[in-house]
């Protein structure tokens, strides 16, 4: 199956910056989008940014502060956080949607393990 991989998550101080990658392998053929959720302690998981054919979509708490972007002939996605708050901290999760084969049309979601981003004041 597909297995996604992400790396670049630490500890860094208030105003700091990160760059978080995920790079997805196994039985995959092509992806329509890729993306980044996160959740905090004590919330719901929630959107950080995507990107498709359509563009770039970013929620309003990051927005001019997180770039999302990707290389799909390497299957891989990044998001270059900066400017980071105390309430960036979570849970980082990378995901992806696309197709298994070049038969079928039909398309999975896929998630990453999740990477800990923690940002100290």
């Known amino acids: 199956q597909v297995q996604l991989v992400e790396s670049g998550g630490g500890l860094v101080q208030a105003g700091g910056s990160l760059r978080l990658s995920c790079a997805a392998s196994g039985s995959i053929f092509s992806f329509s989008a890729m993306g980044w959720y996160r959740q905090a302690p004590g919330k719901q998981r929630e959107l950080v940014a995507t990107?498709?054919?359509?563009?770039?979509n970013y929620a309003d708490s990051v927005k001019g502060r997180f770039t999302i972007s990707g290389d799909k002939a390497k299957n891989t996605v990044y998001l270059q956080m900066n400017s980071l708050t105390p309430e960036d901290t979570a849970v980082y999760y990378c995901?992806?949607?696309?197709?298994?084969?070049?038969?079928?049309?039909?398309?999975?979601?896929?998630w990453g393990q999740g990477t800990q981003v923690t940002v100290s004041s």
């Open positions: 995901y992806f949607r696309g197709r298994r084969s070049y038969i079928s049309r039909i398309e999975y979601d896929y």
């Open positions: 990107i498709s054919s359509g563009g770039t």
